[in-house]
């Protein structure tokens, strides 16, 4: 007889962000879950409390990816050269994992169990910004910008609405440059 390897919260979250790649947020249940990693799912409850509490744990791996992904691309990069790398990088994440990006937390900072890792998310942000010299209130808007332009713009394509034939990626290096505008308007 296999002995099957021992379940752990990250099994657990690897297999919930597996179904989700393959399915759809909508397809996340306990028991679809459970299904995956061959347990029963009264099981699951050693390991996460709820498919919410589960769900926020996906939201926290996604949330550590994005971040440990972002600050790779700009390590040692400043200024608009930072800026554009970090925007075609969270581009890319989204065109790779359309379906995980979906289940993406829209608040973290507002929720216990994924602030640690939403203000190091909002940290990479606002360090790739640094160089603007903007501060305070400035800072957060030029972040929140950044986020609206890519999330936005990669949302809608992953959903597959940008149906005219003229290039996306001359839509989206035109948005890059006019928020890099913006920045350098600031400064």
Not at 26 to 48: F, M, N
Not at 57 to 64: C, D, F, T
């Amino acid at each position: 007889m296999a002995v099957r390897p021992r379940l752990t919260t990250a099994k657990v979250v690897d297999a919930a962000l597996e179904l989700v790649d393959e399915h759809g947020v909508d397809a996340l249940t306990l028991a679809a879950v459970a299904a995956r990693t061959g347990v029963a799912t009264p099981s699951l409850y050693k390991h996460v409390a709820s498919l919410g509490e589960l769900r926020g744990l996906v939201g926290v791996r996604l949330i550590e990816e994005m971040t440990a992904r972002f600050t790779d691309a700009v390590l040692g990069l400043s200024g608009d050269e930072a800026v554009r790398v970090l925007m075609h990088s969270y581009r890319a994440y989204v065109q790779e994992h359309p379906k995980r990006y979906t289940a993406m937390p829209m608040d973290p900072l507002h929720d216990e169990l994924q602030r640690a890792a939403g203000l190091k998310f909002m940290e990479v942000l606002l360090a790739t910004l640094r160089s603007y010299g903007l501060e305070g209130s400035d800072a957060i808007h030029a972040t929140r910008r950044l986020r609206v332009i890519v999330h936005g713009f990669a949302s809608i394509e992953s959903g597959g609405g940008f149906g005219l034939p003229e290039g996306l990626d001359d839509t989206y290096d035109q948005l890059v440059r006019m928020y890099l505008t913006d920045l350098r308007g600031q400064s």
